[in-house]
């Protein structure tokens, strides 16, 4: 499991200060990418020198509890599934007074950045993916 530590801001909210709904699925992509990027796939690297892009083609969440501005939140990130072009990550909120606030899911498939058309994970993707895969599983099983 990925942890990534940020704070509710005042671009994040409402007029109300309360978190903007869609502003949860740009909380989880910033986890997302700070997962990427510990697993040595950072989207400057991805953009810039890789032959495929990662598009979300499925994003789903859910809203448990409010957020407000100056809320410090923890989001856990599993690894829901891996196929052959495809993954799955699934997401937690929580405040740090250990309230969920929030879950998602994102579906990530592998497209070829020419033809565009969806293409098998690259090996050393996979394996990274799949390595948190088997951890995620194991930890859940303790």
Do not use: C, W
């Not at 409402?14 to 740009?26: C, I, R, T, V, W």
Request: hydrophobic fraction near 40%; charge should be negative; aromatic fraction near 12%.
């Amino acid at each position: 499991m990925h942890t990534y530590r940020t704070q509710i801001n005042l671009h994040d909210t409402d007029a109300a200060g309360l978190l903007f709904f869609s502003n949860q699925f740009k909380l989880i992509h910033d986890a997302y990418e700070a997962l990427l990027e510990k697993i040595g796939f950072g989207f400057g690297e991805l953009l810039k020198h890789q032959p495929f892009f990662l598009p979300i083609v499925h994003a789903e969440s859910d809203y448990k509890a409010p957020l407000f501005v100056g809320d410090r939140i923890t989001i856990h990130v599993r690894v829901a599934s891996v196929g052959t072009t495809s993954f799955t990550f699934a997401y937690e909120i929580f405040k740090d007074d250990g309230t969920l606030v929030g879950t998602a899911r994102t579906v990530h498939v592998t497209i070829d950045k020419d033809t565009q058309q969806k293409i098998p994970l690259p090996e050393r993707m996979k394996a990274r993916i799949a390595e948190l895969y088997a951890a995620d599983n194991a930890a859940s099983a303790d």
